[in-house]
């Protein structure tokens, strides 16, 4: 079973997601938070595997919850899959920063939700590639730092893995990669696999956006 916290500061939403969730023979929802603060001691106490976390909430946000229950590299960490609304904001990048899973917008479908838990539980926590070209287009909108440091682990990429890396950063999806560089799509799954290891990256979504902040990718290129 999938244990599942769902923090957000509006009742029906908690209700609503945790009827749907609740109703999956694979999920089971073991609590609920109505702002950040709730948000960090319930999961301390409840140990879930997965948080739902609104970004906007009173007393202390998603942003900071998301933080504070990720900081710890040593700790059991749940995986956070952030809950927000059409239009992204600063919170999301620097939710995504803190080690976020990914995100899923508030007015998905609930087949939606129900498979992006069960994506972020099973730890590929993987974004759709439509989430990732609105990352992409909100990088492009933003003017280009001056100096963009280059982490030292970037050098430990094989050739092939950092052609991988600038494709996903692009937006493409497993399978379009294996038809751009005529391989088989479980070798790019590998390739994946060793890129967030390597970089030591949660997922896809941490991925395009150290390739924009490094510089191994720019805006329009």
């Known amino acids: 079973m999938i244990k599942l916290l769902i923090a957000d500061d509006q009742a029906m939403v908690r209700e609503g997601f945790g009827a ?17 603060e709730q948000a960090v001691a319930e999961t301390r106490r409840l140990d879930p595997d997965v948080v739902l976390m609104d970004v906007r909430m009173p007393v202390m946000d998603g942003l900071e919850a ?18 927000t609304t059409f239009d992204l904001d600063d919170y999301v990048f620097e939710a995504l920063r803190a080690g976020a899973s990914g995100f899923l917008l508030k007015d998905a479908p609930g087949a939606d939700l129900v498979q992006a838990v069960r994506v972020v539980a099973s730890g590929e926590a993987l974004l759709a590639p439509s989430v990732t070209r609105r990352l992409i287009a909100e990088f492009t909108a933003r003017p280009a730092p001056r100096e963009r440091p280059r982490p030292t682990a970037l050098n430990a990429l094989t050739a092939r893995e950092t052609e991988v890396l600038r494709l996903i950063a692009r937006g493409r999806s497993n399978t379009e990669i294996a ?43």
């Open 179 to 221: 038809a751009d560089l005529v391989v088989a799509e479980q070798t790019v799954k590998t390739h994946v696999g060793r890129i967030l290891g390597k970089l030591g990256l949660r997922d896809r979504a941490q991925a395009v956006v150290l390739a924009y902040e490094t510089g191994l990718i720019s805006p329009g290129e």
């Open 20 to 36: 749907l969730l609740a109703a999956q023979p694979d999920l089971v929802v073991v609590g609920s938070a109505a702002n950040g």
């Open 66 to 83: 998301t933080r504070r229950l990720l900081a710890d590299p040593g700790a059991d960490r749940p995986k956070v899959l952030i809950l």
